[in-house]
């Protein structure tokens, strides 16, 4: 009985450094792959990624994951999932000739194909069959960097745990798009752009409650988390969340709707003034072992705080869902002292799920060697 996720065969084809890359697990618990840098390391767990609905966990057109220079302009990653007692064939496609210049809007429109034991699904039906978290490189700064990479990592989060919180994200944006492209058009059709705010508002208002609840039900499992990691509370920052949080629902709408009148009429005079809304919300982290906000700790201790909340949040899909999610660390022993790192390594063996890890140097994780272990060597994009 897996309760968690256990990828037993993966095969990319075409994506990024790799032409072809096979690898058969054995439903082996830990799989650290190593290499030089270039060597092709986290390529591998970003088309891991690609199986969420959130990836790739580096910022990428789709285009650009597939192979330069290929005969075969398409790249597709096929992988064998075991999950409770059934095994799953989820795999990914997207052929991406001529596809370069497209933008980011049109990619989306674009579409990878995406099929489940031969079944066409959506992207957000992907956290149907597998829910993945992880921690990047990129998130060493997690709490100093710019608001939206922030907001994407919790977004990620929630979506693996309310399922429709996805759907409801990708509505309510497709719906600024739409309403941005009427206020920019020459005849504006008021009765049309009425219909779209009022949706705007209603779905705002849904995906603030749930980062809300989110919030709360994170914080109680940070607040009982016993672990050398630093103690965290999150904390929600965006206006509609803080209206939510002391006002009605109902008044929070109007609130909601005035603004996006108000900001109509300043389209009259400024082109795409910023719009009020979820889609700017932000979040903070509290790190209550030194009573300060995360983003004025080091590198090395916002790492400790973003693995505080995906150990945190790991133990809350098992809580809610009786599943524990698959996990992905790029770059595991990067920035981590001796005894962190091995805080790290004994708390992922005490999670019952596949973890995906890469570093550079195969001595970093003697740990494991005696553990449910596969380690891969990469050189060049081939397995050594
Ligand atoms: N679309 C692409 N086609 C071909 N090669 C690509 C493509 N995108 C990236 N690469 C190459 O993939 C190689 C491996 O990248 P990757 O990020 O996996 O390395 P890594 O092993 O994680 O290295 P590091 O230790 O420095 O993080 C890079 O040399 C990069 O140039
Ligand atoms: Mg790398």
Known sequence: MFNSYFIKRLVLTNYRSYEKLRIDTSVAKNIIITGDN??????????????????????AKLAQLGKTECSTPVFTISSQIQSDDETVNLGLSYNYADKQNLSEDDEVIE???????????????????IKIIWITPFMDRLFSEATGERRKFLDNL??????????ALNQYSNLLKQRAKI??????????????EENIVEK?????????????????????????FPKIQIHIDGVIEEKLK??????????????????????????????????RSDFSAMNLDKNITADQTSTGEQKLAVISIILAYANMLYLYFNKYPLVLIDEAPAHLDEFKTKELFEELEKIPTQVWMTGILKSDFKFFEDKSSLFIEIENSQIK
């Open 183 to 196: 206020l920019k058009s020459k005849k504006i059709d008021e009765k049309w752009l009425d219909a779209i």
């Open 38 to 59: 270039g060597a092709g390391k986290t390529n591998i767990l970003e088309a891991i990624s690609m199986l969420s609905q959130a990836g790739p966990f580096r910022k």
């Open 111 to 129: 579409k990878r194909q995406i099929v489940a034991n031969e079944e066409n699904i959506t992207v957000s039906d992907l956290q149907n069959y």
């Open 204 to 228: 705002g208002v849904s995906i603030a409650a749930l980062r809300i609840e989110f919030e709360e039900k994170l914080n109680n499992i940070l607040k009982n988390l016993d672990n050398a």
């Open 246 to 279: 002391i006002m009605k629902s109902v008044d929070v709408e109007d609130f909601y709707k005035k603004s996006l009148l108000d900001n109509r009429e300043m389209f009259k005079f400024t082109f795409s003034p910023p719009v009020e809304g979820v889609h």
């Open 158 to 167: 929630i979506s693996n745990f309310y399922p429709f919180y996805g759907v």
